[in-house]
């Protein structure tokens, strides 16, 4: 079956710090790749997503690169806020009636 | 103009009651989900129903039951409620194969 394992957390970083939470992925066909975030006492949102191999994903800061050959999903982000503190999901989607495999989530805080 | 909204956000009730949480999704969307996160963030899929059919029914114990009475509904209902069901539920919807999932806020249920 689907799998998504993304690092453990907590992850604490100073503010401006560099970002990196790895996500790896096992699934049959060709699945699309997504990063959701959930801040404190909210639902989940989509950051970003890529649905081919070699895509990169990108929003307010974050990127992603769909890496076939690695089964690969890194989010990455030059230089984190405070308002960037949530906790980050990475999932996939192989199709078939949109069931969605979540990775475990990996909570980032940043200090000021 | 809240895409997915659910109530109640909050639900404090004893063991062996029963309880409703309701969702509506203004999105115009096909699919709908319900999820429950643990509190380790652990999301797992539950229930998710396409144009008010019943398309993924997790292992989940039969004292759940959702219910779509239209596309934009999907309400859940919980009989004889156990310590165990303490959790975050979130409703979800999308439009289609791969397209992302909208999240609701979730609703904190705890059971005493």
């Known amino acids: 079956g689907n799998s998504v394992t993304q690092m453990e957390g907590p992850v604490t970083l100073s503010e401006e710090a560099f970002l990196t939470i790895n996500c790896t992925y096992t699934?049959?066909?060709?699945?699309?790749l997504f990063w959701y975030v959930q801040y404190p006492g909210e639902g989940l949102q989509l950051l970003l997503k890529a649905t081919k191999a070699d895509d990169k994903g990108s929003n307010k800061g974050f990127e992603a690169t769909y890496r076939k050959e690695t089964t690969s999903f890194h989010l990455e982000k030059g230089s984190v806020q405070v308002s960037d503190s949530a906790v980050y999901f990475c999932?996939?989607?192989?199709?078939?009636?949109?069931?969605?495999?979540f990775g475990t989530g990996t909570k980032l805080q940043v200090i000021p | 103009d809240t895409a997915v909204s659910q109530t109640p956000k909050y639900l404090v009730t004893q063991m062996g009651n029963d309880k409703s949480i309701k969702c509506e999704q203004n999105?115009?969307?096909?699919?709908m989900y319900w999820y429950k996160q643990d509190s380790k963030k652990f999301l797992k899929i539950m229930f998710s129903y396409n144009n008010k059919e019943l398309i993924i029914n997790e292992t989940v114990p039969n004292r759940f039951s959702p219910k779509s009475p239209d596309k934009a509904h999907l309400n859940l209902h919980i009989n004889s409620l156990e310590l165990g069901d303490s959790a975050v539920y979130f409703c979800?919807?999308?439009?289609?194969?791969?397209?992302?999932?909208?999240f609701g806020n979730g609703t904190r249920l705890t059971v005493t």
């Open positions: 999105l115009g969307h096909d699919t």
């Open positions: 999932a996939l989607n192989s199709g078939g009636y949109q069931k969605v495999t």
């Open positions: 979800a919807s999308s439009q289609e194969q791969n397209s992302p999932l909208h």
């Open positions: 699934a049959t066909g060709y699945p699309s």
